[in-house]
């Protein structure tokens, strides 16, 4: 998969990466929530990455990455509209800062990475971690975008996204590669499905996840 494939041959796949981001965002955030102000950020690290991953290895350009965000944006301003949030809550501004963060350093990490890496799952592996690590690394930095602090460690000053640093780069390691697995996988699928279905099967996907946020939501 080596090619670049046009954002419209793709535009159905990335449609549902960022949805089911978005809703799986969602869902691990209400699952953790107990622990929400430990690693839930970090797993979640290695959640966005195995989409982002996804949708760089399907189209090769820096937009397949940017769709899939905007989709899990979107995700979190419905999710905020539903929970009756404002934007500048610290549950919903600086989740979407993170997002930016994680696809932000993909892009900017995957093009020094050889072709030759790329192909094998040790050079997929270290993508994964080398981007946890710069998106964390990036994410204090949501004060000023914000102007929402990043929490920090109970008693201390170190903002939870770099204490659990390990946690994120770890998880990484694992999803990056199985995002590119996955997107190989899905371009096979895709090909056995009529041009009709290539259409609706996404539309489908992406109107389930919205429906299944809000379940989790109001439920």
Known sequence: ??????????????????????????????????????????????????????AWTRTKRVLGPAVVVACALAFKLLDALVLGLPLKHGAVANPMFAFVTEGLAFVIIVPFLAEAWRQKTVGRAFLGGASALFAVNLFPLVKFATGIPACVVAGGTMPLALYYAPIAVG?????????????????????????????????????????????????
């Open 1 to 54: 998969m080596s090619h670049k494939t046009s954002l419209s041959t793709s535009l159905g796949f990335l449609v549902v990466c960022g949805s089911v981001w978005g809703l799986s965002e969602a869902g691990l955030g209400l699952a953790l929530e107990s622990c929400a102000k430990l690693v839930s950020g970090s797993i979640m690290t290695g959640v966005a990455l195995f989409f982002i991953a996804a």
């Open 171 to 219: 998880a990484s390691l694992i999803t990056v590669p199985l995002g590119f697995w996955a997107a190989a996988k899905a371009e096979t699928l895709e090909g056995r499905l009529r041009a009709a279905g290539r259409i609706l099967v996404p539309a489908a996907a992406a109107g389930l996840c919205l429906a299944l946020q809000a379940v989790l939501r109001l439920g």
